[in-house]
Every structure is written in structure tokens, then in C-alpha cells.
């Protein structure tokens, strides 16, 4: 069969994708992942060795879409305030638009993320790095003050200051009135934190 | 009798959680509150026309206990910056430990908060006012630089920033390892911010 010879690791997780949309996360089997590709169940366990593994890596690829998104940000030129404010513009972007665009999918992958605290630990790991790449762009270019006490723990004070609006603990609020300017508000504030006197 | 003498509201309060801590929310009642005063239940509508009021004001009272504990750094003389500091140390302590002294109290109030969201705005408006008070002593000290773009927006950031250590949405990760840590962190950005230059 066709789709053999060309089922990769991508394939198997757009297809557990859809099938934990379809069928959500208590019933989705690797038989069903296996059914939606035309392939057998050997053929998944080829590249994920159990159910747990495939789940944790279509989770983690979820997750890190986030962090390809951001990437202009964090590795673009321009003034660092403006590009910490764009990051962090668009990461509650997208998380606004994951919570209210597909209710559904987002509480699977609630899920899947309480049974993969390690998963989400790396990403935010990996959200907080792009944080302190522009922070320390931003010392480097003399528009920040140095940081105190150092680049990866404000970078991590940044993340956690904006927790509201990036956190889905908080999905609620996201659509509130006034949920803009207290997102703005709270840039302020952090941007005052980094900038130069 | 004599308990009907002296039956102030304060007392039906105080009944009333004793009464949701035995029995939970779902099946506290009046004539129970009644029960331990050894009052008729009229006498405890009399106090409060409903079972709603009564229940409301019981929530905005454990809420409130908040405000008095913290009212000494909102009001005292000290430099902002430590008053501060003090004010949102002591907010997370408490915070802390209602989520882990008492989580049966602590799941009752959770129901009765998500009942309840016009006593919990107040009440977050009556903090956020104590942030302002001590932001507007720091600006007026000369210690914190103007507030962009007013105090109240300022306070309410502050508020906001910091809200992975006082939001209940957020109780399960302050026995974490590293949580003190993220808290300093936090609190030097927003004092960062504020400070003048």
C-alpha cells in the first residue's frame, strides 16, 4: 500500500489529531490512528512505541506551534520593547483563538496536557528562552537596563507576569470586557521593568 | 432567650461557616444555621432576607478578612517600595494558607465564589484600592516614579502581574518547588517598574 512508504512521524500525528477530535481523548485508540491512515496499528508503533509516547508527542507538537509562531519575534531585528510587546501580543493571541476558536479541541488537549506535566514544563522552557533571547537583545543594544538578577530569571518573571494572558486557567477572562487594557496595562508595566532609566 | 438578645449578624456569620464547613455547600441550610444559634429561622431572616444574602454575605466576609489583614501596609508610614512588597508578601502567605491549611473551607468558599462573582469583583476593587494607596504614597514620596497612565491603572496591573500569587486558579502550584523564588522575581519587575529612575 501507498501509504506506507510515506508515513512519517507528521502524518501519524495530523491523524491522531483529527482522530482525538473525533472521537476525544478517552476513546481515541492507536487502532483508529492506524484505521485514518490506511496502515496497520505495527505501522504507528513503528515510530511512537505506545499509545502514552504517541499522545505525549502530538501534545508537544500542539504546544510548540506556539513557540514556531513567536519565532519572528525572538529572532527578529527592530527594537527589542517592540518585539517583546509583539511576542507577547501574539502568544495571547493565539492562545484566545485556540480556547475560543475550538472549544472542543482545546479541552482534549486540556487533557492531554494533565497527563503530560513534563511536556508542558519543556515548552514553557523553550517560550521563556525566546523571552530572554529578546531581553538580552535589548541589553545588549543598550534599550534595556542589565538585568537583575539575570537574563533567565526576568525572562521567566516576564512569562509569569503575564500569566493571565497566556495561561488557560484564565480562559474565562479572555473574552471579559477590559481584557485588552489590562493585558496593555500589564505590558506597561513590564516594559517599564526592562527599559533603561 | 437569651442567644436572640444578642444575635447580631456578626453571629449568623460566623454560624454560617461553622454550618458550611460541617455540612458543604450543596447542603448547608438556614434552619441549620438556626440550629446552632438556637434561634428560629426568622430571627436569622431578619438579619439576612434570603438564604442568597445570606450566603453572600458570608463570602464577602471570608473574602474581606483579606482587606483588614492587609490594611496595616496599605495604610502604614514606610518606604513604598518595602510596603509593597510587605502588602503582596502577606497577601500570598494567606493566600496560601486557606488553599493549603484548610482545603475543605477552601472548596466550600470556591463554590460559593463561583455563586457569588459581584462580591469577588468588589472585593478585588477594595485591594486593588490598597495598591493604589501605597503606589500614590511612593509617587508622592518621590520613591516611585508617575504613574503611567494613572495610579488605578498602575494598581490594577500590579494586581494583575502578579496574579499567579493570589489567584485560586493557581493554589496547585504554590506548594511547587521554585514558587518563592518566581514570587521575588515577580515582585522586583514591579517594583522595577515603579521605582523612579
Do not use: C
Not at 519575534?73 to 495571547?92: I, N, Q
Not at 492562545?95 to 511536556?119: C, F, H, W
Not at 530572554?132 to 521567566?156: N, W
Amino acid at each position: 500500500m501507498a501509504a506506507t512508504e510515506t508515513l512519517t512521524a507528521e502524518r501519524i500525528l495530523e491523524a491522531t489529531e483529527e482522530v482525538l477530535r473525533r472521537y476525544g481523548p478517552a476513546k481515541a485508540t492507536v487502532v483508529d490512528v492506524a484505521r485514518v491512515l490506511g496502515v496497520s496499528h505495527g505501522s504507528v508503533y513503528r515510530h511512537f512505541r505506545t499509545k502514552a509516547a504517541l499522545r505525549e508527542a502530538v501534545t508537544e507538537r500542539w504546544l510548540e506551534r506556539n513557540v514556531v509562531e513567536l519565532r519572528p519575534y525572538a529572532e527578529g531585528r527592530g527594537p527589542a520593547d517592540e518585539r517583546l510587546g509583539g511576542w507577547l501580543r501574539h502568544l495571547f493571541a493565539m492562545k484566545r483563538q485556540k480556547a475560543g476558536g475550538d472549544p472542543e479541541l482545546m479541552a482534549t488537549y486540556m487533557v492531554l496536557i494533565g497527563e503530560n506535566s513534563a511536556v508542558v514544563d519543556r515548552h514553557v522552557d523553550h517560550l521563556v528562552e525566546q523571552i530572554a533571547a529578546i531581553v538580552a537583545d535589548g541589553i545588549r543594544d543598550g534599550a534595556f537596563a542589565a538585568a537583575d538578577p539575570d537574563v533567565a530569571t526576568t525572562a521567566r518573571a516576564v512569562f509569569d507576569a503575564t500569566d493571565r494572558f497566556h495561561d488557560p486557567a484564565h480562559a474565562a477572562d479572555w473574552s471579559a470586557p477590559g481584557i485588552e487594557p489590562a493585558f496593555e496595562a500589564v505590558l506597561s508595566l513590564v516594559l517599564r521593568a526592562l527599559r533603561r532609566a
